[in-house]
Structures are given as C-alpha cells and as structure tokens.
C-alpha cells in the first residue's frame, strides 16, 4: 500500500468526526506515528507495510472518538523540550509556553535571593511538568520543585525530567503547599492551576471535555478556586520580592488582580497572550 493512499483513506475517516484538518492530522501520524520523514511521504509516497497501515488505522480509531492527536501520538512540544502525554494529563498549551517565556524573563531579572547561589523555583499543578522543565531547563543551577495532587501526572513528568535530561527538578505530590516542609524560600512561584467554570466545562471541544483530567480544568462555580486558595498562601513560601505568576482563565483578571492587591503583593503586571487576552499575571511579594 502507497502511503498517500493510506493518508486518504484515514483522512476520508477523520473528516466527518468534527475534525477540522483531518488530512493534516493523518499527514502527522504517517510522520510522527510512522516517523516518516513529510518530505519524503509527499515527494517519495513511500509504501506502507500491512503492520504501519495496521497501526495507523488504530490511531485513527482513537482519533475518530475526539481522542486528542498528542495523546495518540504520545508527546508534544513544549518550549523546545519533548514533553510526554497521555490520558490523566493535561495537554500542554501554547499559552502556557507563552507563560514560560515571561517566567524565564521574570527570574533572569531577578536572579537569586542575595546570599544564595541557587534560585529557587516552584511550580504548581505542575501536570506534565511542562513549565518546571522549561525553567529548570533556562536555569540548570536553579533548584526547581514541581507539585501536583495526581499521581499520574507526577509519573508523566518525572519521565519529561528524564527524556529532557533536567537533574534539577523535583517532583512532589500533593494539594498545592502542603508536601513543602519546612521554610523554603522560593524567588519564582509560578502555576498554571485549573480556572474553567464548572459550568462552562460541558461546552469545552470534546477532546478536552471527554478526554483531558478535569480536576487539571475545574477552578469551581467561578472558575477561582485555585487562586483564592494560592494567592494568600504563597506569601509564605516566597523571600522579599520573590514573584508569583500565574495562568489566567478569559475574563479573569481584574478578579485575580483585586486578590494580588489585598494580600501584599505589589508591582502587578498582566500579559496577555496571542489571541489578546488577558492570560498571566505576576507580582511581587512585597514584605
Ligand atoms: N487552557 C486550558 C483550556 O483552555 C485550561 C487549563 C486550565 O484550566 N488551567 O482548556
């Protein structure tokens, strides 16, 4: 079998379950699924074994029920870094890369609490670890810790620490602050925490609504759950000036701002992302 054969055939599949690129999404489990070079898939139209077409028609049975692409295909990029996924976690988003850039730019302005060679960086609901490693990654003589409540989230990304070689990051389970003991003094706190309404998770795409973990989604009635609990918290955990940034949900952040603002944060500052919403916030704790 030719592979553009194959690449119509699961793409004739695709179409009519909702999905929009459907030849673009079977073009990339010929090359990713297959590891088939795209150049040569479209210029050679190599041919396919009847174990490749096998195995292309069972990603294309799991695609077909709204299973989201990364999952079948395993991973994604994150940053530049090789970030494996799969069901129990979530996808890492381009918004959230967009995050660990100003997070990258946020800690090199700052560097580590006087007296300390180290920074200091923690992550929560750190999911596949996907901003932990970027940062761990821009800073290899930082001492990186990652919290999440679910366990197989902690087994996908302590295996993203392994494929991305990072040594210092450290993975830790739990709700939030509580597997931090004792007083660690972080200069970056950062976190991506679930911010979805409730009620608005019903209407989400079904690759996220059917397949993603929804406690990585549901930030309660208001979508603010997280923030409530993490803004008055943090101060704690975090030396004089030490930043806290976090992911906004649509339509936040005002809401999140008034938190910052009545807790002792100061110098607050609001990103948006590629689509012009209001999507990070950081600031800086002030005492
Ligand atoms: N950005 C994700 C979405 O749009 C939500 C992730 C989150 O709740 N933090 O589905």
């Known amino acids: 079998m030719k592979a553009i054969d194959i690449l119509h055939e699961i793409s004739g599949r695709l179409a009519p379950c909702g999905i929009a690129g459907a030849e673009r999404e079977a073009g990339l489990f010929i090359s990713e699924g297959l590891d088939i070079d795209p150049v040569r898939l479209y210029r050679d139209n190599p041919d396919i074994t009847e174990e490749q077409a096998i195995a292309l028609r069972e990603m294309a049975r799991r695609r077909s029920r709204r299973e989201p692409l990364q999952y079948i295909l395993g991973c994604t990029d994150f940053a530049g870094l090789e970030i494996s996924v ?67 989230a902690l087994g996908y990304a302590r295996e993203n620490a392994r494929l991305n070689g990072t040594g210092n990051v450290q993975f830790l389970r739990g709700h939030l602050f509580e597997p931090l003991r004792g ?83 100061g110098r607050i500052q609001v990103f948006k992302d590629y689509a012009g919403i209001k999507r990070v916030i950081q600031a800086e704790w002030t005492r």
């Open 86 to 152: 799969g069901p129990g976690v979530l996808i890492p988003r381009p918004e959230t890369e967009l995050m660990a850039e100003y997070a990258v730019k946020a800690l090199s302005a700052q560097g580590p609490a006087s007296g300390r060679q180290r920074a200091m960086v923690l992550d929560l609901c750190t999911g596949s670890g996907c901003l932990a490693l970027a940062l761990a990654k821009a800073f290899p003589d930082s001492r990186v810790f990652g919290v999440d409540i679910s366990e197989t």
């Open 183 to 265: 007083s660690r003094l972080f200069d970056l706190i950062i976190s991506n925490p679930p911010y979805i309404k409730t009620s608005d998770i019903n209407g989400l795409q079904p690759e996220v609504r059917d397949w993603e973990p929804i406690s990585a989604l549901d930030g309660g009635e208001d979508g603010l759950d997280f923030y409530r609990e993490i803004i008055p918290s943090a101060g704690r955990f975090l030396r004089h000036r030490g930043i806290l940034m976090l992911e906004l949900g649509a339509g936040s952040a005002e809401a999140v701002a008034g938190m910052f603002g009545r807790e002792g944060y």
